[in-house]
């Protein structure tokens, strides 16, 4: 099984209705993220949440929302959907703690949810 | 804030060509370096990356040199490889940072 599992993987929906894309993670990272992939915009930061009480919007927060049901699964909700929304989501994990100096923070990523919004 | 710029795309080469994708940043402070692999239908995954001034980051073939007095990681290989097609992200984190910035991407076709 994958370390970062996302579904569903394609979803094609109307506009204004409720969407919810899941990620599971078996990694045991504490910090966990929702990314936009948009072509020649590489990706962009929706949510991001460090641990199952601390939740953070990014920079394209608006108009979606996510939750940490536990430290292991973080889902983003499009409540409801327009067209501009269609874009590749990818889910991702990384395991180091704010303000340390022992290195890098290297990003998990799953294999992403492509969504369509008609 | 901070920032990564890379070379547009796409970039279409021969097998056994020389490689070179561009990228630099705009950051505050001692960042992290990275270049992630997207390849067809996966997501990104991590290839190389380089956490101070003058390292030198290397995985299978590709490597990226941290130069902060050009504020440059520009992506090497000597000899690409068709299964080595796909989209290449630079991107950055500073230190104590939690966000990891990213550059649009280069999309990299090989021709056999």
């Known amino acids: 099984d994958a370390d970062v599992t996302q579904t569903p993987r394609n979803r094609i929906t109307k506009t204004g209705k409720r969407i919810m894309l899941e990620c599971s993670q078996t990694?045991?990272?504490?910090?966990m993220y929702w990314y936009r992939q948009d072509p020649g915009l590489g990706l962009r930061l929706i949510y991001y949440s460090f641990d199952v009480k601390d939740i953070n919007k990014g920079e394209i927060s608006d108009g979606y929302s996510v939750s940490r049901q536990a430290q292991a699964k973080f889902s983003l909700s499009l409540e409801s959907a327009i067209p501009n929304q269609t874009a590749l989501y990818f889910c991702a994990t990384s395991d180091t703690s704010p303000g340390t100096s022992s290195g890098a923070n290297v990003l998990t990523f799953g294999a992403g949810s492509r969504l369509t919004v008609l | 804030g901070d920032s990564v710029t890379q070379m547009e795309g796409p970039v279409t080469l021969s097998e056994e060509a020389f490689l070179t994708i561009n990228c630099t940043y705009t950051?505050?402070?001692?960042?992290?370096l990275f270049w992630y692999v997207q390849y067809p239908g996966e997501g990104l995954q991590l290839l190389l990356k380089a956490t101070k001034a003058d390292d030198k980051g290397s995985n299978k073939g590709f490597e990226a040199t941290y130069r902060k007095e050009t504020t440059s990681f520009h992506l090497e290989k000597g000899s690409v490889q068709v299964s080595d097609s796909a989209v290449y992200f630079c991107?950055?984190?500073?230190?104590?940072?939690?966000?990891?910035?990213f550059g649009a991407g280069t999309r990299l076709f090989v021709k056999a």
């Open positions: 990694k045991g990272h504490d910090r």
């Open positions: 991107a950055l984190i500073n230190t104590g940072g939690f966000k990891t910035i």
């Open positions: 950051a505050t402070g001692y960042p992290s």
